[in-house]
């Protein structure tokens, strides 16, 4: 038998995903202007960024990135241990952790580096790895390459997660949770999840990704709307570019997590630092995030605002409180039309299909921002109403399986 050519094989996976109309494309965005893009000679009206807050292109997170950029070039040039930790990376790290009511924060240069680097970290062979199924796949991943059990309960279901703790009760154990899940929008019950770790001596992780900056009085995010605090959670881990409006993520926690990953992370030791300009930025946009908080209260009013008029319409609205409102379709052929339909009418929503979200359960996945205006939200709306969507039902436990 001749050896498989690996390029051919990729070709042919591409192939039939093309045939099952699932597969990915690329969009080029020549412009932005707050919720507005330009692609190509279109002007759209996006509902599928991550910038809740409104901060992308805020003057003062532009004029913070300029100056340090002025002053200190572009790129950080080195990894972190070596000569690219700058002053701006440490105090950006000060105020992530003050901000979440942690010991110490450390900077990554993205959401999934920070969950391989920690779960690879803490976790090895003989330990357990307990995760919500809808969880990000970064979180899957890490596990899956630290070597330890991986075991997976149905969304949201705790009693399912007691029983896969139980089930191995010697093995040193991690709970991990999205904080706010990033294709349904509802949020982890956190306060259970706690009290199951606590019983079960299980360490609890929370990825809050999408909870940062949207929750909480100041922004800290749900776990801080939960009040569960470092002892509760020892493990935070959130991102720097969706209400932030920046790039990069953090984990926050006890200093003895901090100080073992600086000597065990790999994604963070084998990696060139963020631009310390970018990190001035982020440092801009927390501090943003706590004193505007006028930019939540409107986030939440147009979340109201869109479900309200999306039950008036009878639209198959998901149950969420959060800015990433999903309208469940069913099927990728369905999404697709409705996605285009929407595009001809000047509206960007993204339709998401399997592999993202499990098969029968593709939806449209629409986004609010503090940069979105009423009149955009009923825009969404009418244009919604045009589509003759199916009607609403009632979620079933067994969907999310």
């Known amino acids: 038998m001749p050896r498989p050519d690996l390029l051919q094989r990729l070709a042919t996976y591409t192939a039939e995903r093309e045939h099952a109309k699932l597969r990915r494309r ?70 992530l952790a003050a901000w979440t009511g942690r010991e110490r924060a450390l900077l990554f240069s993205t959401g999934y580096m920070a969950n391989l680097g920690v ?13 919500d199924k809808l969880n990000h796949a970064c979180l899957l991943d890490g596990a899956k390459l630290s070597g330890a059990e991986l075991k997976r309960y149905p969304h949201a279901d705790v009693a399912a997660a007691a029983r896969q703790l139980a089930s191995n009760p010697d093995a040193a154990a991690l709970l991990a949770t999205d904080g706010v899940f990033s294709m ?15 019983r079960e001596r299980a360490t609890l992780m929370v990825d809050d990704a999408h909870g940062l900056g949207v929750f909480g009085e100041h922004g800290a995010g749900s776990l801080d709307a939960a009040n569960l605090g470092q002892h509760e959670v020892p493990l935070l881990m959130a991102t720097l570019g969706k209400a932030l409006g920046c790039s990069g993520a953090f984990i926050a926690g006890p200093a003895a ?40 209260e409107k986030l939440a009013a147009l979340i109201a605002r869109f479900r309200h008029g999306a039950a008036g319409l009878g639209l198959p ?57 009423e009149a955009h939200i009923d825009r969404l709306l009418g244009a919604l109403e045009t589509l003759h969507l199916p009607p609403a039902r009632q979620a079933l436990p067994g969907d999310h399986v």
């Open 317 to 373: 609205l998901a149950a969420s409180a959060s800015a990433i409102q999903p309208l469940l379709l069913g099927s990728s052929e369905a999404a697709l039309t409705a996605a285009q339909a929407l595009e001809r009418q000047g509206l960007l929503v993204t339709a998401i299909r399997p592999p993202t979200v499990p098969a029968g359960q593709a939806r449209l996945r629409i986004t609010l921002s503090a940069a979105h205006e």
């Open 257 to 296: 997590l901090i100080d073992g990953l600086v000597q065990f992370a790999r994604p963070y030791i084998y990696t060139t630092a963020m631009p310390p300009a970018l990190a001035a930025a982020a440092l801009e946009a927390v501090q943003l995030a706590q004193s505007e908080g006028w930019r939540r």
């Open 119 to 131: 779960l690879q970290a803490l976790l090895a062979r003989g330990d357990v790895c307990v995760q």
């Open 26 to 95: 690329l969009r080029t965005i020549d412009h932005a202007d707050g919720p507005w893009l330009e692609s190509g000679s279109r002007r759209l009206l996006s509902f599928c960024s991550n910038d809740y807050l409104g901060l992308a292109q805020h003057p003062q997170l532009i004029g913070a990135l300029t100056r340090a950029a002025r002053e200190e070039g572009v790129g950080s040039t080195s990894a972190h241990l070596i000569c690219g930790h700058r002053t701006a990376h440490a105090e950006l790290e000060e105020a």
């Open 184 to 198: 349904d929008g509802d949020v982890a019950p956190l306060r259970e999840l706690a009290l199951l770790c606590a």
